[in-house]
């Protein structure tokens, strides 16, 4: 079973703005990661965030997490073209020995 | 720089045919996954390695089998591809430390499309 699910499954937003996805899971996690999709491509780390850690920030990225209401949210801020991407949020759950990823969410950032 | 790199990026096969999918790191990590992608449904873990010679099923591990010989190659093999085999293939590798959930590094990915 999954256990990270996105929300919203599709985002629209014109360059500049700002992009918020969110993830909820179900069990206790040792972290988050969340990652990055090109079209055909593999994925890419973008940010792993720690259970007993709250935000965490790389560069235009901010993540949250509320182990609380079992969530996390990526914000992207002044969002760029290059942007335009599916990201997917995946769970280390404790005693899954793996990793499980959601079905993501697929950004398109318009000029 | 790390990198992982798949043996193909487009695959057509038969029906019925032996299909290898091969996968090599260069970052000596110990943990290699095989993944399939398909729309709606995410990535589904088909295989892992935690070591050389060693193997756990994943979710979905029917029609799929694997080796790892050495500790950078892992190959995926479907002993007898079958059009629902028809997907995107991932494989990825891991640094052990830390725990089983440290960032995966991913290849470019397997489009392979069977008839």
């Known amino acids: 079973s999954q256990q990270g699910e996105e929300d919203p499954q599709a985002l629209s937003i014109q360059e500049g703005e700002n992009a918020t996805m969110n993830c909820s899971y179900k069990?206790?996690?040792?972290?988050l990661q969340w990652y990055r999709q090109n079209s055909g491509r593999g994925l890419v780390h973008l940010i792993l965030?720690?259970?007993?850690?709250r935000e965490k920030h790389s560069g235009r990225l901010r993540v949250t997490l509320d182990t609380s209401k079992k969530s996390s949210s990526l914000l992207i801020t002044a969002s760029r073209a290059a942007d335009t991407a599916s990201y997917f949020c995946?769970?280390?759950?404790?005693?899954?020995?793996?990793?499980?990823f959601g079905q993501g969410t697929r950004l398109t950032i318009n000029p | 720089d790390v990198k992982v790199t798949q043996s193909s990026r487009y695959l057509v096969k038969r029906t019925g045919e032996k299909v290898f999918l091969e996968c090599v790191q260069d970052?000596?990590?110990?943990?290699m996954f095989w993944y399939r992608q398909d729309p709606g449904l995410g990535l589904r873990l088909i295989y892992f390695?935690?070591?050389?010679?060693?193997?756990e099923k994943g979710d979905i591990p029917e029609g799929y089998s694997v080796s790892r010989e050495k500790k950078e190659r892992f190959s995926l093999i479907l002993e007898s591809a079958s059009t629902n085999q028809t997907s995107m293939y991932l494989c990825?590798?891991?640094?052990?430390?830390?725990?089983?959930?440290?960032?995966?590094?991913f290849g470019p990915g397997t489009r392979l499309l069977v008839l």
């Open positions: 390695s935690y070591d050389v010679k060693m193997k």
């Open positions: 965030i720690r259970s007993n850690e």
């Open positions: 995946a769970t280390d759950a404790i005693l899954a020995q793996k990793l499980v």
């Open positions: 069990t206790s996690i040792n972290n």
């Open positions: 990825a590798s891991r640094s052990p430390s830390g725990g089983a959930g440290e960032t995966q590094y």
């Open positions: 970052m000596d990590h110990e943990n």
